[in-house]
């Protein structure tokens, strides 16, 4: 079994900044990619961005382009994602997810495993 931690998320004023982390710990899982969605109040949950982990490419939903950056650290196996220019928009739920098989990011349910969520609220 494989298990996802993730940490960071807090109260933000828009305009500031977060960084989230989630650490991936358990069997001998091998991600091909690992990815964060959210889910805000009402909504589905919504591809936010993904990096593969050997290579390091990296996708990320439109919404959050050229604010958000994700990375990864292989000697942690802990994935971060940077968000920066917060908007009250970006308020949610965020979850870690982990896919071991090749093929699409961007979608919820090509993934293995999930974390717990951590809530991002962003005041305006």
């Known amino acids: 079994q494989v298990q996802l931690v993730e940490s960071g998320g807090g109260l933000v004023q828009a305009g500031g900044s977060l960084r989230l982390s989630c650490a991936a710990s358990g069997s001998t899982f091998r991600a091909y990619a690992m990815g964060w969605f959210r889910q805000a109040p009402g909504k589905e949950r919504e591809f936010v961005s993904a990096?593969?982990?050997?290579?390091?490419?990296?996708s990320y939903g439109d919404s959050v382009k050229g604010r958000f950056t994700i990375s990864r650290d292989n000697a942690k196996n802990t994935v971060y994602m940077q968000m920066n220019s917060l908007k009250p928009e970006d308020t949610a739920v965020y979850y870690c997810?982990?896919?071991?098989?090749?093929?699409?990011?961007?979608?919820?349910?090509?993934?293995?495993?999930w974390g717990q969520g951590t809530q991002v609220t962003v005041s305006s």
């Open positions: 990096i593969r982990w050997s290579s390091g490419s990296t």
């Open positions: 997810a982990a896919r071991g098989s090749f093929g699409g990011v961007t979608t919820a349910g090509g993934y293995d495993y």
